[in-house]
């Protein structure tokens, strides 16, 4: 790992932690840099990955604060939420509510481009961070991949690397971010009022064949989790302009 990057995560566990709390300002550029042994390049760096993930703001003669203690998670790759809480040195945790062979409504057989009324496997269940809900996860999966669960303690950990173990191979997979109000279902789990904000992400995910074997409606505690997004600009990206009717 490069230096600027052992900062950076440095930061990050600290201001997790509680140590630099919300409004705190952060050490001195070369308070960091006699910590780390480093000059200032990587300690600007770091800084610079901080600011763009929104834990911090300030800069130009100020000196930086924390802006949030909330913990981003990176979807650039495909992690598990399990084996990502792991990752930050966090505990995952997970009560599952709901798992059941139901047929595909409109939504289902939308998404997961199978015949409406074929049977697919639901699974809802409550995700912890540290003991803390988190996230409320609804999952719905094509059956053939699905039906593995049901030899499966869904309470016992990460379904993804239940399903990879079983020789499931996920390939890759498309991600919306945007707010919805909670609903009932939301409200009873998550422990706020019906309306509230909360932070969604769904994403369907295909099959080294291309078969869309899972669809995720996961909704996140907005104080709790973020997102963050890294591009990298190559041969193999392209940018795409869409015009506005």
Request: net charge negative; proline share 5%.
């Amino acid at each position: 790992m490069a230096l600027h990057e052992m900062i950076a995560d440095d930061l990050r566990q600290r201001i997790r932690l509680g140590e630099l709390g919300v409004g705190a300002a952060l050490p001195s550029e070369s308070q960091l840099c006699e910590r780390w042994d480093s000059s200032r390049g990587p300690v600007r760096q770091a800084l610079a990955t901080l600011r763009a993930e929104g834990i911090i703001a300030g800069g130009r003669g100020k000196p930086p604060v924390v802006c949030t203690a909330s913990v981003g998670q990176p979807f650039d790759t495909l992690l598990s939420y399990s084996a990502w809480a792991h990752s930050i040195g966090r505990t995952p945790g997970q009560r599952t509510l709901e798992l059941a062979l139901r047929r595909a409504d409109q939504q289902a057989s939308a998404v997961l481009q199978i015949d409406e009324g074929q049977p697919v496997v639901e699974v809802l269940r409550l995700r912890y961070l540290d003991g803390e809900p988190a996230m409320l996860e609804r999952a719905t999966f094509v059956e053939h991949v699905g039906r593995r669960l049901f030899n499966f303690d869904c309470d016992s950990g990460s379904i993804w690397a239940y399903l990879l173990a079983q020789g499931v191979q996920f390939a890759s997979a498309a991600h919306v971010i945007d707010a919805v109000g909670a609903d009932a279902l939301d409200s009873a789990h998550l422990g706020v009022p019906e309306g509230a904000p909360l932070l969604r992400q769904r994403r369907s995910t295909r099959s080294t064949g291309g078969e869309v074997i899972e669809y995720h409606d996961d909704r996140y505690l907005p104080g709790i989790v973020s997102f963050t997004l890294q591009n990298t600009l190559d041969s193999r990206c392209a940018l795409t302009r869409n015009a506005k009717p």
